[in-house]
């Protein structure tokens, strides 16, 4: 069955939130399934094993296409189910693993703000600055340990510059993708201007439709 939140303000927050109590009155009874790789252990590695095989179809494919050399996997920060599936599907060694954020919201992540706001260690929004309801609220506490063991690079890109890049790719592929996918996208084509060859895979999370009017919108107000 599926669990209709209507507490708070119905974000993504409060609904992991009230997925978890849920979890702790019913876990005998009902069987739960989270869509990102957040939470207590072993929530996290049940996820991100799921999503890795996408990660190991597409190493595969490329194995058969004769693609012998990734320089780079890149993925966003804030879906991490998809980042650390593709992660996941390659050997450790093979490639520069790099997830990618806004930039505009670089204040809000401080150093101090890691700890257990929501019952798992991670990175979380300083919700005093945010003005985000719709955001995730923190990191994968995944993400969160590879970035700190320096297992992966956090690169930032801007607002504009990823809502651009959002257009720029339907122009060419036809395809919207998600505004997450646009911050991975635009830090994607700065990084290969500056290859003289190789390979980058890109971690696509979701169809942007949800975020079509508001992106061209922004861009619209931008540009008068």
Do not use: W
Not at 78 to 85: D, E, H, K, Q
């Amino acid at each position: 069955r599926y669990l209709y939140i209507l507490e708070g303000n119905a974000t993504i927050e409060d609904a992991t939130n009230s997925a978890f109590r849920k979890f702790l009155l019913e876990d005998a009874t009902s069987l739960f399934c989270l869509h990102d790789a957040i939470g207590p252990h072993p929530i996290p590695s049940m996820v991100e094993y799921a999503q890795g095989i996408v990660g190991r179809t597409a190493y595969k494919q490329l194995k058969d296409l004769g693609v012998k050399q990734i320089n780079s996997i890149i993925g966003p920060s804030f879906i991490a189910s998809n980042t650390l599936g593709i992660f996941s599907g390659f050997p450790a060694n093979c490639s520069h693993r790099i997830i990618v954020e806004s930039s505009d919201i670089e204040s809000l992540f401080k150093k101090e703000n890691i700890g257990y706001p929501y019952g798992f260690y991670s990175k979380y929004i300083d919700k005093i600055k945010a003005e985000l309801p719709e955001s995730y609220p923190c990191i994968s506490p995944k993400l969160t340990y590879l970035q700190e063991s320096k297992k992966v690079q956090l690169e930032r890109v801007s607002d504009i510059d990823a809502m651009k890049a959002c257009v720029e790719f339907y122009n060419d592929e036809g395809i919207f993708p998600s505004l997450e996918d646009g911050y991975t996208l635009a830090y994607a084509i700065k990084r290969a201007k500056k290859m003289k060859c190789g390979n980058i895979v890109i971690a696509f999370t979701s169809n942007g439709e949800k975020d079509k009017d508001y992106i061209l919108k922004r861009l619209n107000e931008i540009n008068k």
